[in-house]
């Protein structure tokens, strides 16, 4: 939680709660599902929460607007910008049952009332939102492709609706198709070695 709070020095007191009991439940539930690896459970805040927060680094979602975090798992990116982004709507989709029971669950301990998860597959989904943010679930062309149809046909604000893609590693052949595409390395704004490779990619809907 130090982590956190010296990159998010202005939390208020309900966020930095918020976070700090996500650590206690998400070991509670990895004893009965593998939501989280084992490896990096030890280093939670950072390789997950932190990870998932360089988003917020990068972009601030204005209230009112939707958010679809795709494939979100056990609540990653979704539940640590729901609580970062409290007026933003989230809906936290991911297509296995199990996974999503989880979610609901840590979202009612929490008290959150800006996230929703849906146990659906992405293209079953018939729903438009603003943006739509990932955690590396697969390649950025093959979402790109899923997500084609899911944005809102105008935004209500001056910013472009699009997508927010956490990834680590090289993903220039990922991104050579969208040369609108802009990556921000977070290793800008986290000093930890473990965000020398990664980054936040955004794609405008354009």
Known sequence: MELIKKYFPNLLKEQIHKLYYLKNLYAYWNTRINIISRK????????HVLFCLGIAKVFSFFPGSSVLDLGTGGGF????????FPYTKFTLVDSIQKKINVVENIVRAIYLKNAYPICIRA???DKKFDFVVTRGISNINIIQNWIKNK?????SYKIKNGSLYLKGGEISNEIKKFPHAIEYPL??????????????IWISNI
Do not use: W
């Open 77 to 84: 990116p979704g539940i640590p910008l729901s609580i970062i």
């Open 123 to 125: 293209e079953k989904l």
């Open 40 to 47: 990096t459970f030890y280093d939670f805040y950072q390789q």
């Open 151 to 155: 944005f809102k046909q105008k935004s």
């Open 187 to 200: 290793n800008y704004y986290f000093h930890e070695p473990f965000f020398y490779t990664k980054k936040v």
